[in-house]
């Protein structure tokens, strides 16, 4: 198996070598029982602790079984959808290795790393620890960044024309928690909430949390079937 494996000697090494086990199994490529942990360290020339922390997050994402006394085997269904929500306390998709070879993960909804613009961060980082110095380290306002929200304000009315209080601009952590926060504001049990097919996992889960019923509507090329919405609105409150 070793010869189906690169690993650079850099970085998180468990995980370059998690994500390229993953992208075999997933292909179909790497079947049955794996090589056995101490054997494996010895072929690739890394330690047998790394080899069995990736073992261990393939084991945590749903790839593979361990069986005591025999070994490490695959499990992977190819059927089985994997969805980022059910694993947020992997590291894998906090510290997320991409390789070129392999399809994008939609599932980890996170960005090809090779294109994210580092020293633009690095920049913006250090400017704010310059300029803030330890209080970039405190809690901030619940309603976000105070400048921040400013400029998203002056922006919409410049570019956009939409005028907006600085007071009725919330920043959330991600569209996660924006979807939990606008249902728990604005909907109620049994409410009727209509969702285009397909549309994110997380924003069903969170109105099926709150009761709601939820209608699928079918996407079409241009958008979701504005016919099919319209028949939805007369039956439906």
Same mark, same amino acid.
């Given at each position: 198996?070793e010869?189906?494996?690169?690993i650079?000697?850099?970085?998180? =090494?468990y995980?370059?070598?998690?994500s390229?086990? #993953?992208g &075999?199994i !997933?292909?179909?490529?790497?079947? %049955? &029982?794996?090589t056995p942990?101490?054997?494996?360290?010895?072929e690739? %020339?890394?330690?047998p602790?790394?080899?069995?922390?990736?073992y261990?997050?393939?084991?945590?994402?749903?790839y593979?079984?361990?069986? @005591?006394?025999s070994?490490?085997?695959v499990?992977? *269904? /190819?059927? &089985?959808? $994997?969805?980022?929500?059910?694993?947020? @306390?992997?590291e894998?998709f906090r510290?997320?290795?991409?390789?070129?070879e392999?399809e $994008?993960?939609?599932?980890?909804?996170?960005? +090809?790393?090779?294109v994210?613009?580092?020293?633009s961060?690095?920049?913006?980082? +250090?400017?704010?620890?310059?300029?803030?110095?330890?209080?970039a380290?405190?809690? @901030?306002?619940? *309603?976000?960044y105070?400048?921040?929200?400013?400029?998203i304000s002056e922006r919409?009315? #410049?570019e956009? +024309?939409?005028? =907006?209080d =600085?007071? +009725?601009?919330? =920043?959330?952590? %991600?569209?996660?928690?924006g979807i939990?926060m606008?249902?728990?504001?604005?909907?109620?049990p049994n409410?009727?909430?209509?969702?285009e097919?397909p549309?994110?996992? %997380?924003? &069903?889960?969170?109105?099926?949390?709150?009761?709601?019923?939820i209608?699928?509507?079918?996407m079409?090329?241009?958008?979701?079937?504005?016919? !099919?919405?319209?028949?939805i609105?007369?039956? #439906? /409150?």
């Amino acid at each position: 198996m070793e010869k189906m494996i690169e690993i650079e000697k850099s970085g998180r =090494i468990y995980l370059q070598l998690y994500s390229q086990l #993953k992208g &075999k199994i !997933e292909k179909g490529k790497l079947k %049955g &029982k794996l090589t056995p942990v101490r054997k494996f360290a010895a072929e690739l %020339g890394i330690s047998p602790s790394t080899v069995a922390r990736a073992y261990d997050e393939l084991e945590r994402n749903g790839y593979v079984t361990k069986k @005591e006394g025999s070994g490490v085997y695959v499990k992977f *269904q /190819k059927k &089985k959808s $994997i969805y980022l929500e059910d694993h947020m @306390e992997s590291e894998v998709f906090r510290y997320g290795y991409f390789n070129p070879e392999f399809e $994008i993960d939609f599932a980890s909804a996170t960005p +090809n790393e090779t294109v994210l613009p580092m020293e633009s961060l690095k920049r913006a980082i +250090n400017f704010v620890l310059d300029r803030d110095r330890e209080s970039a380290f405190l809690y @901030e306002d619940p *309603q976000g960044y105070f400048y921040l929200r400013k400029t998203i304000s002056e922006r919409l009315k #410049k570019e956009e +024309n939409i005028n =907006i209080d =600085i007071k +009725n601009i919330q =920043i959330v952590s %991600g569209a996660q928690q924006g979807i939990d926060m606008v249902s728990e504001a604005f909907l109620y049990p049994n409410d009727v909430v209509v969702v285009e097919d397909p549309t994110y996992r %997380g924003a &069903k889960d969170t109105f099926k949390k709150n009761g709601c019923k939820i209608i699928e509507i079918s996407m079409q090329s241009d958008g979701f079937s504005v016919k !099919e919405f319209e028949k939805i609105l007369k039956r #439906k /409150k």
